[in-house]
T-cell receptor, first 113, second 110 residues
Framework: QKEVEQDPGPLSVPEGAIVSLNCTYS??????FMWYRQYSRKGPELLMY????GNKEDGRFTAQVDKSSKYISLFIRDSQPSDSATYLC?????????????FGTGTRLLVSP | DVKVTQSSRYLVKRTGEKVFLECVQD?????MFWYRQDPGLGLRLIYF???????EKGDIPEGYSVSREKKERFSLILESASTNQTSMYLC?????????FGPGTRLLVL
């Protein structure tokens, strides 16, 4: 079983839709959760970084963590064609010392005008 | 803003050549990383460094080496390039927490 599972998509939605992107993880020791956006032929860009269970909002983006279910989500409101990209979740154990990230394989999102 | 730069966006090399990929970060980060990214396989960690002159193997170090002589610079070396090393190479840096990525280098080995 992979440590982090993510549906590869593609996920196709019309402009203005609410998008839900999800990852599940297997190790309950994971504590820190990130979402990255990666446009085609570019490096990943950090979108959200959260620790606790619950929601964290930044503009049109909301990151949700459910540690009891080992499930994280990224919601995008009022989706735009410019949101078309691959979204990667990333998880780590702790905040101190050196910690590797464990990445999902990414979900490709297509927002049509 | 964190800035991670990579020396080349695209490279074409021949089998057997020695290849150098350079990465520079301007945020005084302790940790630096090299990944490769392939369709369907996601990001795979090649090497990382948590201090100057320190290096640790990641998940797929075979065929690669690294050098970190200065805090801001981390180099990936392909000693003898092979066609199966054709990939997107991504450098990242961090202190504690999230990693910040460079734009990537697309390497084609013929």
């Amino acid at each position: 079983q992979k440590e982090v599972e993510q549906d590869p998509g593609p996920l196709s939605v019309p402009e203005g839709a609410i998008v839900s992107l999800n990852c599940t993880y297997s190790n309950s020791a994971f504590q820190y959760f990130m979402w990255y956006r990666q446009y085609s032929r570019k490096g990943p860009e950090l979108l959200m970084y959260t620790y606790s269970s619950g929601n964290k909002e930044d503009g049109r983006f909301t990151a949700q963590v459910d540690k009891s279910s080992k499930y994280i989500s990224l919601f995008i409101r009022d989706s735009q064609p410019s949101d078309s990209a691959t979204y990667l979740c990333a998880i780590r154990w702790g905040s101190t010392g050196f910690q590797k990230l464990v990445f999902g394989t990414g979900t490709r999102l297509l927002v049509s005008p | 803003d964190v800035k991670v730069t990579q020396s080349s966006r695209y490279l074409v090399k021949r089998t057997g050549e020695k290849v150098f990929l350079e990465c520079v970060q301007d945020m005084d980060h302790e940790n630096m990383f090299w990944y490769r990214q392939d369709p369907g396989l996601g990001l795979r960690l090649i090497y990382f460094s948590y201090d100057v002159k320190m290096k640790e193997k990641g998940d797929i170090p075979e065929g690669y080496s690294v050098s970190r002589e200065k805090k801001e610079r981390f180099s990936l070396i392909l000693e003898s390039a092979s066609t199966n090393q054709t990939s997107m190479y991504l450098c990242a840096s961090s202190n504690q927490g999230a990693q910040y990525f460079g734009p990537g280098t697309r390497l084609l080995v013929l």
